[in-house]
């Protein structure tokens, strides 16, 4: 990984762990903080104003949900914004987006909030930087289903639209972590792909996730359709001359 260009994290990172969600790298999250450790990293690092610009977190899925367990790696992030509530309890909540995979190397610090000692996995590629020639078929073949679920999430949504401008721009290499990112998976799956630190692996690992929702897609469009297509066949037509005009009696005349 060349210095000037890809280095991007320093040795040691400030960690808040997250229950039942995994960030990945080019996404974004807003990300709920009411833990005692987490309180204290806000407060020290993120709250003062424009204290979090330049500064990177790293987001680690937690193990378990109310435990202190963390994922062995994590996504690091830039803060976008910070803001404080106190009702039902004190939190914060950070928006932030994931640039690149790290894993923890150490914990330095748990109190009074955890640093990690880490190691940059990878990077957010450029849009010429080139796929390796072995696995240029597989990422064809990404790219051609992620455009096809645009196709049809566009049909139901207007906002896929600005969806259909980011497939335009995004670089083949971070298709994996966006798409996981979009289509419904499961907290495991979702670490399967952030766990895959090797491209190919990370394609691998997010291609049936993206063949899955599509192919659920395609079953609500039929259904839908189906259901519409009955729903034309049975209407009776009108006739205001005959009794289908109306299932009540006429009143007779006096």
């Known amino acids: 990984m060349s210095r000037s260009r890809r280095r991007l994290l320093p040795p040691l990172l400030p960690i808040i762990g997250v229950d039942g969600h995994v960030l990945l790298p080019g996404s974004s999250m807003l990300v709920k903080v ?4 987490g309180l204290n990293l806000v407060e020290n690092q993120f709250w003062k104003q424009d204290s979090w610009r330049g500064k ?5 899925p937690k193990l378990k949900e109310e435990s202190d367990e963390i994922h062995v790696r994590g996504t690091a992030a830039s803060v976008k914004q910070v803001t404080a509530r106190s009702y039902p309890q004190p939190h914060f909540t950070l928006l932030v987006t994931g640039l690149c995979r790290f894993s923890i190397d150490e914990l330095r610090q748990q109190v ?10 990878d990077y957010l590629h450029k849009k010429d930087d080139p796929i390796p020639a072995e696995i240029r078929t597989v990422v064809e073949e990404f790219r051609a289903n992620a455009k096809e679920l645009v196709d049809l ?7 896929a639209k600005r969806l259909k401008h980011i497939l335009d721009s ?10 996981t990112s979009i289509v419904k998976a499961s907290f495991q799956e979702k670490l399967e792909v952030l766990d895959a630190v090797e491209l190919p692996d990370r394609f691998k690992a997010a291609h049936p996730l993206l063949l899955r929702q599509i192919e659920t897609l395609r079953l609500l469009k039929q259904a839908s359709n189906s259901s519409l297509s009955g729903l ?6 009108l006739s205001l001359g005959g009794r289908t005009a109306s299932k009540w009696p006429l009143r007779p005349e006096e």
């Open 153 to 159: 999430l566009e049909l139901q949504s207007p906002a």
């Open 170 to 179: 995004v670089p083949d290499q971070n298709l994996p972590d966006l798409f």
């Open 232 to 237: 034309t066949s049975k209407k009776t037509p």
């Open 34 to 37: 009411n833990d005692p450790r």
């Open 112 to 121: 009074p909030y955890i640093v990690a000692s880490i190691t940059q996995l």
């Open 56 to 60: 990177y977190v790293g987001v680690v």
